[in-house]
């Protein structure tokens, strides 16, 4: 009955975007939060607010997190609004890249009052922190779970209304340093922006996109069940809109197995020895690299909604959650591997690929820690694909989990995060289970 009832994942969408554009012009409340589950198109709602806000003679400001992604915003935003005077508000020593050259209407300083009264302002939370004088009717705040409360106080006095967007189901701020001595105060640092937001303002509206326009059919629904049990999301796309094909034979091993596999299912678990090893554990670091050239040398084509184009270097990305490993991947790579995407899951946030390849964070440990555990980690290195994801694992960790129930600390006055890392983890290992190649 619920399938009979449901509405174009487009116009779903649409819906939704409308309802968030609709608060913004209401002026109704002084901020509007909208959660955004992988690929549901949480730049294109930026850029589109942004466009409209500006058409309509309100100046505003944009914070995101990463200098790469203030030059994704600008560059969309400069497509999308080509007459728009935009500016980029950056570090003394910034040299802009192509993507912002190739703009005249984008200005790039240090300093506001260089930029010469731009409609929009764009610059990193910690570039905007240091600015202190000015004001704007309007910001938006993109990747707003990810930018810690602190962070947000800091450049708070610099609007009067605010848009957060933001993907509640991914990595959360982190520290080098001891946070216990604030843990359950209502103004705690280390929480989300959004988090300390909506605990002092219960009644802001909360929008939350419902479609996934980058996982394919056979992934949305597992990464959803897994990471967003309570809000969940569906594939903008259906079973037959994405074919992930080859064009060059290979010698049928295991890693052959794999590919195939997880270009007819969109999943691939393969599943090396059990066995407790270093976190670099040069066995992983090889299979890694091994499935990612076998992808390349079988001349991998993807394609989506009756378009098709190669899988090159640039659209396959390996994810792990150490830097030493994944310098052991990029190593095992070689120059035939040099285009491929090597990288933590905290620098995998907000980019996407057609085939990505997982090692699995818990793979060869002797115990599940809270980094190793925690859900966000598994949810970006798992939410990245378009096609096909192959995870990389040693045999074993459902067992680890087993044996290692969560056991977080529970402290007054701090909300409980759902899903909590080891029911994601033992989620998505019952799905993988059953997309197993055995080495």
Same mark, same amino acid.
């Given at each position: 009955m619920?399938?009979?009832?449901?509405?174009? #994942? +487009? &116009? %779903?969408?649409?819906?939704?975007?409308?309802?968030?554009?609709?608060?913004?012009?209401? !002026?109704?409340?002084? !901020? $509007? &939060? &909208?959660?955004s589950p992988p690929g549901a198109g949480k730049s294109t709602l930026v850029v589109r607010a942004a466009a409209e806000l500006a058409g309509a003679g309100e100046p505003l400001i944009i914070i995101a997190q990463t200098n790469e992604q203030v030059d994704d915003l600008i560059d969309r935003l400069a497509r999308k609004a080509p007459g728009l005077r935009i500016g980029r508000l950056s570090a003394g020593d910034y040299r802009p890249s192509e993507r912002i050259t190739a703009h005249e209407t984008v200005r790039v300083a240090a300093k506001v009052a260089d930029l010469g009264g731009p409609a929009v302002i764009i610059g990193t939370a910690a570039? @905007?922190?240091?600015?202190? %004088? !000015?004001? @704007? =009717? @309007?910001?938006? $705040?993109? %990747? +707003?779970?990810?930018?810690r409360s602190d962070a947000l106080l800091r450049v708070a006095g610099r609007f009067e209304r605010a848009l957060f967007v933001g993907d509640p189901g991914q990595l959360d701020p982190f520290s080098t340093v001891d946070v216990a001595r604030w843990t359950g105060l209502t103004w705690d640092p280390m929480q989300s922006a959004v988090a300390v937001l909506l605990r002092h303002n219960p009644d802001l509206p909360v929008h939350r996109l419902p479609v996934s326009w980058r996982l394919p059919a056979?992934?949305? =629904? &597992?990464?959803?069940?897994?990471?967003? #049990?309570?809000? !969940?999301?569906?594939?903008?796309?259906?079973p037959d809109d994405r074919v992930l094909t080859f064009t060059e034979a290979g010698p049928g091993d295991t890693v052959d197995a794999a590919v195939e596999l997880a270009a007819t299912s969109g999943w691939a678990l393969y599943e090396l020895p059990a066995r407790h090893t270093l976190r670099t554990d040069s066995e992983a670091a090889a299979a890694c690299a091994a499935l990612a050239l076998r992808v390349l040398q079988r001349g991998a084509v993807a394609y989506s909604s009756g378009e098709s184009s190669p899988v090159d270097a640039s659209r396959i990305a390996v994810g792990a959650a150490h830097r030493d490993q994944v310098a052991a991947i990029r190593a095992r790579l070689g120059e035939a591997g040099a285009g491929v995407t090597v990288d933590t899951a905290n620098r995998l946030q907000g980019r996407e690929y057609d085939v990505t390849i997982v090692l699995h964070p818990l793979s060869g440990r002797r115990d599940a820690t809270g980094f190793h555990l925690e859900s966000g980690r598994l949810c970006v290195l798992t939410s990245r694909?378009?096609? +096909?994801?192959i995870v990389v694992a040693r045999a074993g960790i459902a067992e680890l989990l087993d044996a290692h129930p969560s056991t977080e600390v529970v402290h007054l006055n701090v909300p409980v995060k759902f899903p909590d890392g080891w029911e994601a983890n033992q989620s998505m290992q019952s799905h993988f289970l059953g997309t197993r190649v055995s080495v």
């Open positions: 619920r399938a009979a009832l449901e509405l174009p #994942p +487009a &116009v %779903e969408a649409e819906r939704v975007i409308t309802a968030v554009l609709a608060d913004l012009r209401s !002026g109704d409340h002084r !901020g $509007v &939060v &909208v959660d570039k @905007w922190a240091t600015v202190t %004088e !000015g004001s @704007w =009717p @309007w910001a938006i $705040v993109d %990747e +707003a779970y990810q930018m056979s992934a949305a =629904p &597992v990464v959803a069940r897994a990471f967003y #049990p309570f809000t !969940g999301f569906r594939a903008g796309t259906g694909h378009r096609h +096909a994801c």
